[in-house]
């Protein structure tokens, strides 16, 4: 029977459903990473750039300039306005290469080491040609890499040399292999700096249990298990706790479990299902197993990432953080629902947007009617430079500024939880945090932590229901006294309670599998996102079974 999304089914499925060009539910078995080997080479081709003039994302001559960006920001004073013009400058500019080193103790203080006095201390003062095109600028002495200021240890560090000059320059190529050799064999991630923030501001224990809900392409998730080991006190102990890493589409599941895999640990499960709707968890005698700490990195309008993707630049719009506000919040309060009493919540996105921001946060707090309580994180992180959220804010589409909510036939696409009123100002969105480009040398960032004071209203929209349960299997094995973890996807799945069996067996390695039942509630099956968006939350494809 086709599926509700458009499309027929592929072959190789016993799912009933079809989504665009194949069905997300059981009509694709190609799940592994060598199935997609032969899908397209691995180059980039100018002629299939995707503008006609050419202006891909590394296009460095395509300009850099949106009126309407900056209308919209300087109304919404996100940034102080005296930093305004070195602000936009910064966007203009390549985003720095950044990396942290994986695991913690004396191994990671090793390879620090290593790093930084034998491969970093080769490049200080040496000179090199300008990025100029050849047209005879003088030469500058290149800055050797450097230690991002907030992050503990000195295990993350970035560095600002474009690919012409790590291929032109030997003492570069060096880092350049380094970089990738050190990242496929998991020593280091590679990762964007405000991209490793929001993985502090949980306070994860070894015991908790952790849901990452939009968690592709893996190097967030990657952190949270590093965090999930890296507090215990002997470090060869398996956690008993565990991280669920979610994503709404398979393919990048498939991604998710090429990027964490190298972790080697047997605490983390990875679940293809949508968000808004991620269901709840109950053990196999029916005990519901509400989450310690939830990370919920949603899909966005990304315009906080302009400096390693200026094609955004053109085709920024308005009504880009505008489609997506709707699924953000819905995002937001499923995460709300699914985390336990005392619980930590962060809410981040790569966007400037208070639209997708603040907005957001304050309609859940509203809508949470006491809940929820946004938490001050001022004094964490203290070398983190960052800006409070911003109290008051506009709401604008393609015909305007739109000043009060009237009804959704008098509004294009707005919804009235956009909308600053009385009850939103007088909320301490000031606790809210964004990182501004310039004062790091980053890209932009927005998170919001928020802990569970109390039960949610009963009056909550529960989530769309689903036809059984949706799990992931992950096998283990001891291979020399080593956990070996091998990953296997797939839309419905039998697994143990992992938590469970560790716990059961001492701490010590569970048996060949490890099974997570998740809620098999009854009723309709999967429906796509109708709120649009992309990304890891959701978005408007057919749902399969």
Request: with cysteine.
């Amino acid at each position: 029977m086709p599926g509700r999304g458009r499309g027929q089914k592929r072959k190789g499925g016993d799912g009933d459903g079809g989504g665009r060009g194949g069905g997300r539910g059981g009509g694709d078995d190609r799940l592994l990473k060598r199935d997609f080997k032969k899908s397209r080479d691995d180059v980039w081709d100018p002629a299939k750039s995707r503008k006609p003039n050419g202006a891909g994302a590394y296009n460095t001559g395509f300009v850099k300039e949106n009126a309407n960006f900056e209308e919209y920001y300087k109304a919404q004073k996100i940034v102080p306005e005296e930093e305004w013009d070195a602000f936009i400058e910064c966007l203009k500019t390549p985003l720095p290469t950044s990396f942290r080193i994986n695991g913690s103790g004396k191994f990671a203080e090793d390879i620090r080491d290593q790093i930084e006095n034998k491969l970093f201390a080769k490049v200080a003062g040496q000179a090199v040609p300008m990025d100029d095109g050849g047209k005879g600028g003088e030469d500058t002495a290149i800055e050797p890499p450097k230690a991002v200021r907030w992050y503990p240890d000195r295990l993350a560090w970035q560095f600002a040399y474009s690919r012409q000059q790590l291929r032109r320059l030997p003492f570069l190529e060096s880092i350049h292999e380094f970089v990738k050799r050190a990242n496929e064999y998991g020593s280091i991630t590679r990762q964007e700096v405000v991209s490793m923030i929001p993985a502090f501001f949980l306070n994860i224990k070894p015991d908790h249990v952790v849901l990452d809900m939009c968690a592709a392409p893996g190097s967030k998730t990657f952190q949270l298990l590093e965090m999930l080991h890296g507090s215990l006190d002997n470090q060869t102990d398996i956690p008993t706790g565990f991280v669920i890493a979610n994503d709404v589409d398979m393919k990048r599941c498939n991604l998710l479990t090429h990027q964490t895999k190298r972790a080697n640990s047997p605490g983390l499960l990875v679940t293809n299902h949508e968000a808004q709707n991620f269901p709840a968890i109950k053990s196999r005698g029916g005990r519901e197993f509400p989450f310690d700490s939830i990370l919920t990195d949603v899909p966005c309008s990304g315009d906080g990432t302009m400096r390693k993707a200026p094609d955004i630049w053109p085709r920024w719009t308005v009504g880009n953080g505008n489609g997506l506000h709707p699924l953000q919040l819905k995002i937001g309060m499923r995460a709300a629902q699914l985390l336990k009493m005392g619980g930590r919540l962060v809410y981040s996105t790569c966007t400037f947007n208070p639209i997708e921001d603040e907005a957001v946060v304050a309609a859940m707090l509203k809508q949470a009617k006491g809940s929820l309580k946004l938490l001050d994180m001022s004094g964490e992180l203290p070398l983190l430079r960052r800006v409070p959220g911003v109290k008051t804010w506009e709401v604008w589409d393609k015909f305007g500024k739109h000043d009060t909510f009237d009804g959704p036939e008098e509004k294009n696409k707005l919804h009235a939880t956009m909308f600053c009123d009385a009850e939103s100002a007088a909320l301490p969105l000031e606790r809210c945090m964004r990182v501004l480009p310039h004062q790091d040398d980053t890209g932009g960032f927005f998170i919001a932590v928020m802990e569970k004071v109390a039960d949610m209203p009963a009056d909550l929209e529960p989530p769309k229901k689903l036809r059984g349960p949706i799990t992931v299997r992950t096998d283990l094995t001891v291979v020399d006294d080593s956990v070996k973890v091998t990953f296997t996807l797939c839309n419905l799945f039998e697994l143990r309670e992992e938590r469970a069996a560790l716990a059961a067996n001492g701490g010590k390695a569970p048996g060949p599998e490890a099974e997570l039942l998740l809620d098999s509630m009854r009723g309709g099956g999967r429906r796509g996102n109708q709120d649009g968006g992309g990304g890891s939350g959701g978005g408007g494809r057919g749902g399969g079974g």
